[in-house]
């Protein structure tokens, strides 16, 4: 028995697809990268974004005609709206919730037979998040030798006007933290080099069980020892923070220990008080420009990533200017920016989606080009300097391979070196572009090729 697993949309997903391929193989299924000799299809969506959502449509109808000629049985699970559930429990076998995974084995053995919970399907109200534990408890089949996610906190209570994600994946709810590190530390012995902590509000860790669990700097503070007594050097990363729940000592616990790693992932989402008012991010610019300050202060050599949404509903050109000023203050390293689009389920979906098309498009390519002016700055500075490098792939151009710095910025190698993969390696910065370096290997790793 064969299976066949897509994983789209947020890094969450990742982390959730590798229980459930653990669950999988444990009933004897074996994954396969080829659809077509697979018996069992499977997606985990997100409906976050509408990209994400379309793939599912047009994917599932291509596994349905498959099944005019043989025996198939699809299933979907993920951060999947109730309106968009309830379109698709029409199209695959099995729905299940991240929280249901333990049952998925018995609904599988009864073909498509989705129980009750998954069935019901209340509008606008957040699903309940207490059997997430189980998910945590079963061991992850890791899609990789030296990169791992590691699920700290699932659900969000903020209800960005944006943002669908309570509706999807429910209220917040903290991993305990004994798992966390023991998982941390399971990765680490076994060599893995980057480990991301994943939660859709991590530096709200805790927040849910006062009294009972540990805060998200203490969580740090605690993987960090545990990098200190490691002999192994990595990197621990963590992804996404709220700028509302983000305070000095988090800053203070990383710029501490060597293993968590020098980048911060900070959404800001407008450089306008009124727009973030109105997508309710509960964060002001002047807090916003206090946290970049105290990253700047005790974390200098840190780099600094962002999310930002452009035309979102009320955003005049005045607002998208304060934007562009953000940007030019900042100088981000990254910025992942999106085009607003309204989502079912999202507070925003009622209301007029205001600014037209091309202008979104406009602002998209002003921030980017604004964005890649500061990157470009940065990364030459960096020239001529021997970074760490983590080696995590083949390029695309013959001959060369691809790494990571610590502060995420992809770097070029000057060889394909396999035997590298998945080690942290020295190399010199030979020229910088964009959004990339290039860079030649150490001496020393050409002379063991030798």
Request: aromatic share 8%; proline share 4%.
């Amino acid at each position: 028995m064969k299976y066949h697993l897509i994983t789209l949309g947020c890094q969450m997903n990742i982390a959730d697809s590798e229980r459930v391929s653990a669950v999988l193989e444990k009933m004897g299924y074996e994954r396969t990268d080829n659809e077509e000799e697979a018996n069992l299809l499977g997606m985990l969506a997100c409906s976050v974004r509408q990209k994400p959502i379309d793939k599912v449509y047009n994917k599932i109808a291509q596994w349905n005609r498959w099944k005019n000629r043989r025996n198939l049985i699809t299933f979907i699970s993920g951060c999947i709206l109730p309106t968009d559930k309830e379109k698709l429990l029409k199209q695959f076998d099995i729905i299940f919730a991240m929280s249901e995974l333990p049952q998925l084995p018995d609904m599988i053995r009864n073909y498509g037979v989705v129980n009750e919970a998954s069935l019901s399907l209340p509008k606008l109200r957040t699903p309940k998040n207490e059997n997430i534990i189980g998910l945590w408890g079963i061991k992850p089949k890791y899609h990789s030798s030296f990169e791992a996610f590691v699920p700290i906190q699932n659900g969000c209570d903020k209800f960005c006007t944006f943002c669908a994600v309570p509706y999807t994946r429910g209220r917040e709810v903290s991993r305990p933290s004994e798992e966390i590190v023991d998982e941390v530390r399971h990765l680490v012995n076994q060599g893995y080099k980057s480990i991301t902590l994943l939660g859709q509000n991590v530096n709200s860790y805790g927040l849910d069980k006062k009294g009972e669990e540990i805060s998200f700097a203490e969580l740090l503070r605690k993987i960090g020892e545990l990098g200190n007594a490691s002999e192994e050097e990595f990197w621990v990363y963590f992804t996404s923070p709220h700028p509302q729940d983000m305070n000095r000592e988090v800053i203070e616990v990383i710029a501490q220990y060597p293993c968590l790693a020098k980048q911060i992932h900070l959404p800001m989402q407008s450089g306008d008080d009124k727009v973030l008012i109105k997508m309710n991010r509960k964060h002001s610019m002047t807090k916003y420009r206090q946290i970049v300050q105290d990253i700047r202060e005790l974390i200098p050599e840190s780099t600094l990533f962002t999310d930002i949404i452009v035309g979102f509903t009320g955003e005049d050109e005045k607002a998208f200017q304060n934007t562009v000023a953000a940007v030019n203050e900042f100088k981000f390293n990254m910025a992942f920016i999106a085009m607003y689009s309204p989502r079912p389920g999202a507070a925003s979906y009622r209301w007029d989606d205001e600014v037209n098309q091309e202008v979104k498009k406009e602002r998209l390519h002003t921030l980017s080009e604004t964005m890649k002016q500061h990157t470009r700055v940065y990364n030459e500075q960096l020239v001529g300097k021997t970074l760490k490098v983590l080696v995590n792939g083949k390029d695309r151009k013959t001959g060369f391979s691809n790494g990571l710095t610590e502060g995420k910025i992809t770097v070029r190698l000057d060889r394909y070196a396999p035997e590298l993969m998945g080690k942290i390696i020295d190399a010199k910065i030979t020229s910088a572009a964009d959004m990339s370096l290039s860079g030649e290997l150490s001496e020393v790793y050409t002379a063991k090729e030798a």
